[in-house]
C-alpha cells in the first residue's frame, strides 16, 4: 500500500454510498483491523461485540445503529454485505500502481520471442524462443515461460512461476507465487523392465480472468490441451492432472486433487481437500464437499460428499446410522441371550460374545462341566 496517499471521509463515503456524521474533510491514509483502528486510519465493522471495545479516536464505516453516540464515522447500513465493494476501493485508491515497463537488465529474453514494450519482464525472468508477451503482462521476477507459449494482456505473474512449453495463458489472469503450468503428466506404462513413460505432447489452456493459487500445479495433456475455463478461481496447493478439462467460473478450494481426464461443468465448487477419480465428469453446477471423494459422474446441481461420494442427504443418514452402531450390537447381542434363554441354542462365537462362566454353571445346575 502507498502510505503517503489520504483521502477524506466524504470521498470515500460517496465511492461507497454512505455519509459523513462529523468532519467529512478528515483525511485517513489506511483500511484496518478494528484492533488496529486510529484517528490516521478506518475500519470496518458491524458486530457490536467488537464496536464496544474500539478506541474512541477511532474512525469507522458502520451501520447507524451500531453507534448511539456523535462518534465521528461513515454510516453504510449494509456495511458486511459492501466489504468487497469496500475492498476494491481501497485496493484502487491506496494500491501503487505498477507502471514499469521494458525488460529488466538481469532478464534473458529469446531474440526471437515476441515482448509487448508495455508489459514488464521483472528481474530474472526467462523467456524461451516462439513466445509472445502481449500487452500490459506483468511478470514480477524469477518467472520462467517456456517455448511457443502466449500470455495475453493484462495478466500478473509473480515470482518464482514456471510456464512450462506450449502453454496459453488468457488475459487478465492472476497467477500466485510458486505455481507451475504445463508439468508433464503422470504418465506410465507397466512394462516388463519397469514403467516406461508416456511421453506428454500437448499443452495447458487457460482462459481469461482466471486466478490460481500459490504452490497449484496443472498438468499438460497428453496430446491435446489440458483446459481452464473463463472466470474460474483456482486456490494454493491445488492438482489439476494432464487431459482435464474445467469449465467457466468453477471454484477450486486449497489441497484439491483432480485426475487424469476429469471433466468438470460450469459453475462447479469443489472443497477444500476433496478428489475426483480419473475419467469422471462433475455437471454443471454440482458442489463437492470437502474430504469427499468422487469415484463416478455426479449429475448437475447435485451436492455430494463422504467417501465414496454420494448425494449429501444420503451420507447424512449413513453417518447418522452409523452413530447408532454400537447401540445397535448392544440390543442385538441382548436379543441373541434371550433367544438362547428360551430355546437352549447356544449362538456362535461369530454371533455373539461367549457366555460367562457363571451362566454356564447356570445352566448345568450349578456343576462344573468335565472336559
Given at each position: 500500500?502507498?502510505?503517503?496517499?489520504?483521502?477524506?471521509?466524504?470521498?470515500?463515503?460517496?465511492?461507497?454510498?454512505?455519509?459523513?456524521?462529523?468532519?467529512?474533510?478528515?483525511?485517513?491514509?489506511?483500511?484496518?483491523?478494528?484492533?488496529?483502528?486510529?484517528?490516521?486510519?478506518?475500519?470496518?465493522?458491524?458486530?457490536?461485540?467488537?464496536?464496544?471495545?474500539?478506541?474512541?479516536?477511532?474512525?469507522?464505516?458502520?451501520?447507524?445503529?451500531?453507534?448511539?453516540?456523535?462518534?465521528?464515522?461513515?454510516?453504510?447500513?449494509?456495511?458486511?454485505?459492501?466489504?468487497?465493494?469496500?475492498?476494491?476501493?481501497?485496493?484502487?485508491?491506496?494500491?501503487?500502481?505498477?507502471?514499469?515497463?521494458?525488460?529488466?537488465?538481469?532478464?534473458?529474453?529469446?531474440?526471437?520471442?515476441?515482448?509487448?514494450?508495455?508489459?514488464?519482464?521483472?528481474?530474472?525472468?526467462?523467456?524461451?524462443?516462439?513466445?509472445?508477451?502481449?500487452?500490459?503482462?506483468?511478470?514480477?521476477?524469477h518467472v520462467s515461460v517456456g517455448?511457443?507459449?502466449?500470455?495475453?494482456?493484462?495478466?500478473?505473474?509473480?515470482?518464482?512461476?514456471?510456464?512450462?512449453?506450449?502453454?496459453?495463458?488468457?488475459?487478465?489472469?492472476?497467477?500466485?507465487?510458486?505455481?507451475?503450468?504445463?508439468?508433464?503428466?503422470?504418465?506410465?506404462?507397466?512394462?516388463?523392465?519397469?514403467?516406461?513413460?508416456?511421453?506428454?505432447?500437448?499443452?495447458?489452456?487457460?482462459?481469461?480472468?482466471?486466478?490460481?493459487?500459490?504452490?497449484?500445479?496443472?498438468?499438460?495433456?497428453?496430446?491435446?490441451?489440458?483446459?481452464?475455463?473463463?472466470?474460474?478461481?483456482?486456490?494454493?496447493?491445488?492438482?489439476?492432472?494432464?487431459?482435464?478439462?474445467?469449465?467457466?467460473?468453477?471454484?477450486?478450494?486449497?489441497?484439491?486433487?483432480?485426475?487424469?481426464?476429469?471433466?468438470?461443468?460450469?459453475?462447479?465448487?469443489?472443497?477444500?481437500?476433496?478428489?475426483?477419480?480419473?475419467?469422471?465428469?462433475?455437471?454443471?453446477?454440482?458442489?463437492?464437499?470437502?474430504?469427499?471423494?468422487?469415484?463416478?459422474?455426479?449429475?448437475?446441481?447435485?451436492?455430494?460428499?463422504?467417501?465414496?461420494?454420494?448425494?449429501?442427504?444420503?451420507?447424512?443418514?449413513?453417518?447418522?446410522?452409523?452413530?447408532?452402531?454400537?447401540?445397535?450390537?448392544?440390543?442385538?447381542?441382548?436379543?441373541?441371550?434371550?433367544?438362547?434363554g428360551t430355546s437352549g441354542v447356544?449362538?456362535?462365537?461369530?454371533?455373539?460374545?461367549?457366555?460367562?462362566?457363571?451362566?454356564?454353571?447356570?445352566?448345568?445346575?450349578?456343576?462344573?462341566?468335565?472336559?
Amino acid at each position: 500500500m502507498d502510505l503517503s496517499k489520504k483521502i477524506s471521509l466524504a470521498d470515500i463515503a460517496r465511492n461507497i454510498g454512505g455519509r459523513v456524521i462529523g468532519d467529512s474533510g478528515r483525511m485517513v491514509g489506511r483500511l484496518v483491523l478494528p484492533k488496529d483502528a486510529d484517528g490516521g486510519s478506518i475500519c470496518i465493522l458491524w458486530d457490536v461485540r467488537i464496536a464496544e471495545t474500539l478506541s474512541e479516536y477511532a474512525l469507522v464505516i458502520a451501520p447507524s445503529a451500531l453507534f448511539r453516540t456523535g462518534r465521528e464515522r461513515i454510516v453504510l447500513e449494509n456495511a458486511k454485505s459492501a466489504l468487497p465493494d469496500i475492498l476494491r476501493f481501497f485496493a484502487a485508491f491506496l494500491v501503487r500502481d505498477d507502471d514499469r515497463r521494458g525488460i529488466h537488465p538481469t532478464a534473458a529474453v529469446s531474440p526471437n520471442a515476441s515482448v509487448h514494450r508495455d508489459s514488464w519482464i521483472g528481474p530474472f525472468c526467462s523467456i524461451d524462443d516462439d513466445t509472445v508477451i502481449e500487452a500490459g503482462v506483468r511478470l514480477l521476477s524469477h518467472v520462467s515461460v517456456g517455448r511457443g507459449c502466449r500470455v495475453a494482456g493484462g495478466t500478473v505473474i509473480e515470482p518464482h512461476v514456471t510456464v512450462m512449453d506450449r502453454c496459453s495463458i488468457g488475459r487478465n489472469v492472476l497467477i500466485h507465487g510458486g505455481t507451475v503450468i504445463g508439468a508433464d503428466g503422470f504418465g506410465f506404462q507397466p512394462a516388463p523392465e519397469g514403467h516406461a513413460k508416456i511421453p506428454q505432447l500437448g499443452g495447458v489452456e487457460i482462459g481469461a480472468f482466471v486466478e490460481i493459487g500459490a504452490c497449484t500445479t496443472i498438468d499438460r495433456g497428453t496430446i491435446g490441451d489440458t483446459t481452464i475455463g473463463d472466470g474460474t478461481k483456482i486456490d494454493d496447493h491445488v492438482h489439476i492432472a494432464h487431459n482435464v478439462e474445467i469449465g467457466k467460473h468453477c471454484i477450486i478450494v486449497g489441497m484439491a486433487g483432480i485426475a487424469g481426464s476429469v471433466v468438470i461443468e460450469d459453475g462447479v465448487v469443489l472443497a477444500a481437500r476433496s478428489g475426483i477419480k480419473d475419467h469422471v465428469r462433475i455437471g454443471r453446477g454440482a458442489q463437492i464437499a470437502g474430504n469427499a471423494g468422487v469415484t463416478k459422474d455426479v449429475p448437475p446441481g447435485m451436492t455430494v460428499s463422504g467417501f465414496p461420494a454420494r448425494e449429501h442427504r444420503k451420507t447424512f443418514k449413513v453417518y447418522a446410522l452409523m452413530e447408532k452402531l454400537p447401540d445397535l450390537f448392544d440390543r442385538v447381542k441382548r436379543l441373541e441371550r434371550r433367544a438362547e434363554g428360551t430355546s437352549g441354542v447356544f449362538p456362535t462365537d461369530s454371533q455373539s460374545d461367549k457366555t460367562s462362566g457363571e451362566e454356564k454353571d447356570a445352566r448345568s445346575g450349578g456343576k462344573a462341566s468335565a472336559i
